[in-house]
């Protein structure tokens, strides 16, 4: 099955500094990757995904890069703010048809500190 | 809120008795998934409902876990027989037909075995 591993565990940065978190996953036929943020005691909260036809997207201050290739994928948050402070998990599924029925793999998460 | 719901909120109960818990899903999704998060994990995958029809259970649903969404509307998760292992926070997921993959999760339920 599909493996999604997930750095840094956890990142500080100042406010005003761009964070970078990295996913790596195993499964070549992972076709969707979705980007989730999750306060304390929270939902998780779709904050941007990116389908494997596309290398890369961007929603204002948030934006995901995704190689195919090396089958990676990594979240980019610029000028970064307080509010931005929570844990931060990535995915991955298929949505080519087969038996997967898009269930999501998630990695471990990345505990982001934004520090004022 | 048009959001997805869940219900109870939060569940505390003895190891061995019985739990049942609660999803609505955002009206007009036809898929529907539970995860269990554990402290400091990322979700897992338990089960997934399209329309009424229970399609893929994970190897981690022991024969304690049921799963039903009798209409495919709401669904309901059972634990038999509660263990302490079983703590953990359940999630429900639902995702609309038209954007195939994209999950909205309601806000779980806390379930602490005593």
């Known amino acids: 099955g599909e493996n999604v591993e997930q750095h840094p565990s956890t990142l500080s940065v100042q406010e005003g500094d761009s964070a970078v978190i990295k996913c790596t996953y195993s499964d070549s036929a992972s076709n969707y990757f979705p980007w989730y943020k999750q306060e304390l005691g929270k939902r998780p909260q779709l904050i941007i995904d990116?389908?494997?036809?596309?290398g890369e997207k961007k929603d204002q201050r948030i934006a995901v890069t995704l190689n195919k290739t090396a089958k990676h994928f990594s979240l980019h948050i610029t000028e970064t703010q307080p509010e931005d402070s929570a844990v931060y998990f990535c995915?991955?599924?298929?949505?080519?048809?087969?038996?997967?029925?898009?269930?999501?793999?998630f990695g471990q998460g990345t505990i982001l500190t934004v520090h004022p | 809120d048009t959001g997805v719901s869940q219900d109870p909120r939060h569940k505390i109960t003895k190891r061995g008795q019985n739990v049942t818990f609660r999803c609505d899903p955002i009206?007009?999704?036809?898929?529907l998934y539970w995860y269990r998060q554990t402290l400091g994990q990322g979700p897992e995958f338990l089960t997934y409902f399209q329309n009424e029809a229970q399609l893929e259970k994970s190897r981690l649903l022991s024969d304690r876990f049921s799963a039903e969404r009798p209409k495919g509307s709401f669904s309901t998760l059972e634990i038999q027989r509660t263990e302490q292992g079983d703590s953990a926070m359940y999630l429900c997921?639902?995702?609309?037909?038209?954007?195939?993959?994209?999950?909205?999760f309601g806000p779980g339920t806390r379930l602490l075995v005593l």
């Open positions: 997921a639902s995702s609309p037909r038209t954007s195939v993959g994209t999950q909205y």
């Open positions: 990116i389908r494997s036809n596309v």
């Open positions: 009206s007009e999704h036809n898929r």
């Open positions: 995915a991955a599924s298929v949505h080519a048809g087969g038996t997967s029925y898009g269930k999501l793999t």
